[in-house]
């Protein structure tokens, strides 16, 4: 079997184990896919600042993101049908990212809930929030989330309608998911995601089955789910979603200096510049494209980060220099898990961060908090030294 030796071949190997109907659900954006497509090629148009005769002793890749100590700047990003990708996938995922020393955040459409990963780890984890219509629904998550000591709120804004995306479509895929000919084939063909789905029970919503009003079964979860999103989210509601979860708030969508700065009016601990993994507004900017000009909108008013197209541990190198202070990865551990479950992802953060430090070292930095757009030769066409 070949090496794994990049995030590429985590993805190569996914592709094999996963069936195709929940590969595609994780690797695809709305429409055209122009954007999502953009979050990963911009990154090239970022040219590094080589340096030489340097002293490279003694680096370290440690910092915080709003104020929790992270061992590198990196939060694994929420993502809904996680646990889809290979069994029990959120728990895997967040046990790896305890054990490297940074935040996994859980999606509110995650397979196992929030109490499952409390059970099955030691420390606080982050959890991500979609503002439904049925509030007393969303209060009573916030509830679930402090009682499980979640450390942070992560509240997404771009979700107020769904995006379109192709590739679900064509494959029928729902939520939950409805197991037709084509799928049970498709499940067939991968017997080791079979094998290790058989020795589970969570299949389903479990933050949402037995918690929403009405929702039982799978067949009162799609209807609840169809008619969940709310079209009305506005700023207005921020204050109430912060007022009733009293810690850290995480605001996560931006992609515009003018949002960006009614976000810091909201009182928010960070923002994340995201475009939902390309998954919504296709033809926007990539997030990585879209970073500075929110950098030099906010300031040091409130912390920024960034969310999409991240592959390797330069592109969290160039990230930084661009003056994010945290970076996140969603399709990158889920080919880990889809690979080899909670190996996979561990071996996704050993490759991020040999990377990360390689590049910062060849780039003349001993410690990532000193990165800045000095360290850049040129970003989209603009030569910056």
């Known amino acids: 079997m070949a090496p794994i030796l990049e995030v590429a071949d985590l993805k190569k190997r996914a592709q094999s184990r996963v069936p195709k109907m929940f590969f595609d659900y994780a690797d ?12 990963e090629s911009d990154f090239s148009q970022i040219i590094l600042r080589q340096r030489v005769a340097v002293d490279m002793t003694n680096r370290s890749l440690a910092t915080t993101m709003i104020g929790q100590d992270v061992t590198m700047p990196l939060a694994l990003s929420p993502v809904g049908f996680c646990g889809m990708q290979w069994a029990d996938g959120e728990i895997l995922a967040a046990q790896a990212a305890e054990e490297i020393g940074v935040p996994f955040t859980l999606s509110t459409m995650s397979i196992c809930s929030i109490e499952d990963v409390a059970e099955n780890t030691n420390k606080p984890f982050w959890f991500q929030l979609y503002v439904m219509r049925d509030k007393e629904f969303v209060g009573n998550l916030i509830d679930r989330a402090k009682a499980a000591g979640c450390s942070a709120l992560v509240v997404t804004l771009d979700l107020q309608i769904l995006g379109q995306r192709h590739k679900d479509l064509r494959n029928g895929l729902s939520a939950p998911p409805k197991f037709t000919p084509k799928h049970m084939w498709q499940i067939g063909t991968c017997p080791s995601w079979c094998m290790a789905m058989a020795k589970t029970k969570r299949r389903t919503f479990r933050n949402i089955v037995g918690h929403a009003k009405g929702v039982s079964n799978l067949s009162s979860l799609s209807a609840w789910t169809a008619e969940q999103f709310d079209p009305t989210l506005s700023w207005n509601d921020i204050e109430w979603i912060k007022e009733r979860w009293g810690g850290p708030v995480i605001l996560k969508g931006i992609l515009d200096p003018e949002d960006a ?16 993994g390309g998954r919504q507004l296709d033809g926007a900017p990539s997030s990585i494209r879209g970073l500075p000009a929110i950098v030099d909108a ?14 390797s541990g330069q592109d969290i190198l160039k990230a930084l220099c661009l003056g994010a202070k945290g970076t996140y990865v969603g399709r990158p551990y889920l080919y880990g898990l889809g690979a080899q479950g909670k190996a996979g992802v561990a071996r996704m953060f050993e490759i991020l961060r040999t990377e990360l430090d390689t590049t910062m070292a060849l780039c ?11 360290n850049l030769f040129s970003a989209f066409g603009e030569r910056l030294n």
Request: glycine residues 12%.
């Open 261 to 276: 700065r009614k976000a810091v009016d909201t009182g928010a601990d960070a923002i994340i510049v995201s475009n939902h």
């Open 298 to 311: 906010v300031g040091d008013q409130i912390e920024v980060h960034v969310d999409g197209g991240i592959r």
């Open 364 to 374: 003349g930095e001993r410690r990532v908090t000193d990165l800045s757009r000095a």
């Open 28 to 39: 695809s954006g709305s429409w055209t896919e122009s954007t999502y497509q953009a979050n």
